[in-house]
């Protein structure tokens, strides 16, 4: 069994519990929290699971990583704490452990990553001998393995698109939402996550990642960026109202360029409620959230994946599947050489043990 840390216990630190829980080759060894409040209480109550596990979660990271995990799922999130974020994985590489976590952006694809993020890691690794493997859904699986896998089946490929499509009322972070996808202000606020360059610095490394395993050379990387106001106002079932004229929808892409023409492209189609932007892409089932891959070429190929957890939610859906990825990526990374790991090194591979366990 491989002691396995869970580090961060918000929407996607509540799935790793449960994904380390439920897998037949780790054994949760810790549960590291922030807030003080939730220090003392047993995991199995921190995953929703309505059973205790009998593990205490802790704020002592000191004390914890001086254990010396072999394993630990990095679950705090890094959109407002990039710095943090990046000491954090670090301080526990540098300890020993194998990291996976879905939280540094520019870490996705590790040979096209900035020196300020990857020279600390190696360096990490170097020392202490841990390992790092960063990915999650969208960036994640949903723009690397399924799309590359998808590709594999046609005989002539035209051009790849990834797609996100969701309402994002149904998101459990208000915060990020509001202020950093810019639902419900004004169409002067400038939010920080769609700010000139951003999206292409954190899903900028899928196009470089997809274009590699694909063999082709990038002209460049490019983005768009379409906003949509809100016709009226709304009221949603978890944020609460939004007023008419306030940002209602956002649609951008990520566009790799081979030979002037856009052939590697991940889309976002985000609304804060279904009424905004009907005319763009919508879930074909007209739920609330999916991922669509589409490969253009003979045959034409989509494949749409709907993922819902804790209660049917769809964003709960997503970073349940993120952190799948991860953890059942934990057994892999433990056998493997110390390193930077990115997915294209890192199979996805068939639930072993795991059908028809509860």
């Not at 799935?15 to 807030?35: I, K, Q, S």
Request: hydrophobic fraction near 45%.
């Amino acid at each position: 069994m491989i002691p396995t840390v869970v580090w961060g216990t918000g929407n996607v630190g509540r799935a790793a519990l449960r994904a380390v829980e439920a897998h037949p080759d780790l054994t949760l060894a810790a549960v590291l929290v922030h807030n003080p409040a939730k220090a003392g209480r047993d995991a199995g109550e921190l995953a929703g699971l309505g059973r205790k596990l009998g593990v205490a979660a802790s704020d002592d990271v000191g004390a914890v990583l001086a254990a010396r995990p072999r394993a630990v799922v990095y679950a705090a999130s890094g959109d407002l704490r990039p710095d943090d974020a990046l000491a954090d994985v670090v301080r526990a590489v540098r300890a020993g452990a194998v990291v996976v976590t879905p939280a540094l952006y520019a870490l996705y694809d590790r040979l096209g990553a900035p020196a300020e993020f990857r020279d600390p890691v190696l360096a990490a690794v170097a020392e202490g001998g841990g390992s790092l493997f960063v990915s999650g859904v969208d960036p994640g699986w949903a723009n690397d393995v399924l799309p590359l896998l998808v590709s594999g089946l046609g005989s002539t490929v035209d051009a790849i698109r990834c797609q996100e499509i969701f309402d994002y009322s149904t998101y459990d972070q208000e915060d990020s939402v509001r202020h950093l996808i810019g639902m419900g202000h004004p169409m002067e606020y400038e939010p920080p996550m769609l700010a000139p360059s951003v999206p292409t610095m954190v899903w900028g490394g899928q196009i470089r990642l997809m274009a590699r395993a694909l063999g082709v050379q990038l002209d460049e990387v490019d983005e768009t960026l379409e906003r949509r106001p809100l016709d009226e106002a709304v009221r949603t079932r978890t944020m609460g109202d939004f007023a008419a004229g306030t940002q209602g929808a956002v649609r951008f892409e990520v566009r790799g360029i081979v030979e002037g023409e856009p052939r590697i492209v991940i889309e976002h189609v985000t609304r804060i409620h279904p009424s905004c932007a009907r005319d763009w892409p919508s879930p074909p089932d007209g739920g609330d959230g999916a991922h669509r891959v589409i490969v253009e070429g003979r045959p034409r190929v989509e494949v749409t994946v709907e993922a819902t957890d804790e209660d049917e939610n769809r964003s709960a859906g997503g970073n349940a599947t993120a952190v799948g990825r991860l953890v059942n990526a934990v057994d892999w990374l433990v056998n493997a050489e110390p390193g930077l790991y990115d997915a294209l090194d890192v199979p996805l591979r068939p639930a072993a043990g795991r059908l028809g366990r509860k």
